[in-house]
């Protein structure tokens, strides 16, 4: 298949697209010893030690304790922290619960908050080309950073979000291809964009119904990226990944790890959950 020519004048736009980051997020997926559980005699004192430390950070919408579906795991816990010296003083506080001692480690995932600035990109990359500026040379760095500054302030509440509070929560993390006959990252940058701003349309149509949150994993895990899905509605997850699975970026271009889905605990209900009695809606 061709592709457009990625050109203005003769000078070819840069390949890689700017981005920006904002919350540093882990995703910690545990068993729970229910064996170990049933026998303690400690329990009370245990929950109320773990509602005591986690309640604040679920009021401040820097974390949150889901009920697993499914063998995967029993618990996860989410975390949305400013930096990841941060990130990791909430784990490291995890660690110094009792309750850890119930808590069997299957898995986490490291990652960025992350959004993707094709278009801007494009447009900005157009424009210093068609005034003779060459990439990454001073003139050009200015403008890129001055762009990215103007997008920082814009975008801060997309950068920086508390945990959505809706009932239902789809995790998974994704790739984008790079084999030898399917290779996102040799399509020009303008290829991309178009790609990207025709998938983003599919998930614009369920505004209101589900919350996305995309968050980058380039240098800190297994995967590229990872996405996180909140709804009231786990109907929702079924129907939206579906019909994105038929746009071109992800029918022909992309990869996607194993999900989860996992209902939101309040905290002071922890035990009652761990009881098997899940909040009502």
Known sequence: MSHPETK???AELPALPLTLEGHAVLHQMFRFRWSQWRGSS???????????????LEAAGESAVYSLLGHKGDLLFLHFRPTFDELNAAEVRLKQLRLEAFLEPLGSYVSVIELGLYDSTVKLYR??????IAPNSPEWNQEVEAL??????????????KVPGARYLSFYPMDRRRGETKNW???PIEERGRQM?????IGRRYAGKVQQIISGSIGFDDWE??????????????????EMRFDEVSAVYSNFGQFVLGIRVPVAQLGAALDGHLPAR
Request: hydrophobic residues 40%.
């Open 8 to 10: 203005t004048g003769q």
């Open 42 to 56: 400690e329990r009370d004192a245990v929950l109320q030690e773990a509602v005591a430390a986690l309640a604040p």
């Open 127 to 132: 424009s210093l080309a068609e005034k003779g």
């Open 148 to 161: 990215l500054q103007r997008q920082r302030e814009a975008m801060k509440p997309r950068l920086y979000p």
């Open 185 to 187: 990252y040799t399509l």
């Open 197 to 201: 701003e025709s998938h983003g349309l």
């Open 225 to 242: 990226w990872g996405v996180d899905l909140f709804s009231d509605d786990p109907l929702i997850f079924k129907k939206l990944i579906y």
